[in-house]
C-alpha cells in the first residue's frame, strides 16, 4: 500500500467522531446534496469504528458491526478522494475481515454502492441482491465467507 498509514479505534462522541462524520459526509452525502447530520447517528455507538491516519490526520473510515452471532456486517468504508487509488481501501477491507475473523464471525456482509461493485468483487464479494435506492442511491446488497 503506498500510504503510510496508522489504523486507530474511534470512540463515540469525541472529536475524533466528528472528524469521522465529517469523512462519510464528504463520501456518502454532500456531492448528493444531503447532509449526514440530519441523520440518527446513534446507532454508532454500538459499532466498532476506525479511523485511517495519514500524519495524524483522519483520511478514511472503517466500521464494523453484528448481523447475526455468526455474521458481521462492514459499514462507512469511506476514503476522502484525494486519497482513493492508492490501495488504502483493499488495506482497509483487508484489516476490518481480519477485526471480524478475530471476534470469531464467519461471513462478512455490507451494503455497495453498484459503481463500486467491482471494487468489491475483487476482494471477494459475491452480490446477493438485485439493485435497490437507498438515500436514492443504487444499492446492492454483497456477501464474503472468512
Ligand atoms: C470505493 C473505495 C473504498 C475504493 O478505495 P480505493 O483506495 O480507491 O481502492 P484501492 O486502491 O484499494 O483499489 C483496490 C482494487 O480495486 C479496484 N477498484 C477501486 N475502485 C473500483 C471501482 N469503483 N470499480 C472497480 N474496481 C475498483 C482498483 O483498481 C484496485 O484494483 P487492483 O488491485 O487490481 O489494482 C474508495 O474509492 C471510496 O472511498 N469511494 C467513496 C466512498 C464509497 O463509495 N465507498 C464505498 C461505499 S459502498
Redesign the pocket.
Given at each position: 500500500m503506498k500510504l503510510n498509514v496508522e489504523m486507530r479505534k474511534i470512540e463515540y462522541g469525541t472529536e475524533d467522531y466528528e472528524v469521522s462524520i465529517d469523512i462519510r459526509n464528504e463520501?456518502?452525502r454532500k456531492p448528493w446534496g444531503m447532509d449526514i447530520r440530519d441523520e440518527d447517528l446513534s446507532g454508532d455507538k454500538d459499532m466498532d469504528m476506525y479511523g485511517a491516519y495519514l500524519d495524524g490526520k483522519m483520511i478514511?473510515t472503517v466500521f464494523l458491526t453484528q448481523d447475526d452471532e455468526e455474521t458481521a456486517r462492514v459499514k462507512s468504508?469511506?476514503?476522502l478522494e484525494e486519497?482513493?487509488?492508492?490501495?488504502?481501501?483493499?488495506?482497509?477491507m483487508d484489516f476490518i475481515e481480519d477485526k471480524a475473523r478475530e471476534k470469531g464471525y464467519k461471513r462478512v456482509n455490507?451494503?455497495?454502492?453498484v459503481?463500486?461493485?467491482?471494487?468489491y468483487h475483487?476482494l471477494g464479494y459475491k452480490t446477493i441482491s438485485e439493485p435497490y435506492d437507498y438515500h436514492t442511491i443504487p444499492h446492492i446488497d454483497m456477501t464474503k465467507e472468512l
Open positions: 463520501c456518502f478514511a468504508v469511506a476514503i486519497y482513493r487509488g492508492y490501495g488504502l481501501g483493499r488495506y482497509l455490507l451494503m455497495g454502492r459503481w463500486v461493485e467491482g471494487f475483487k
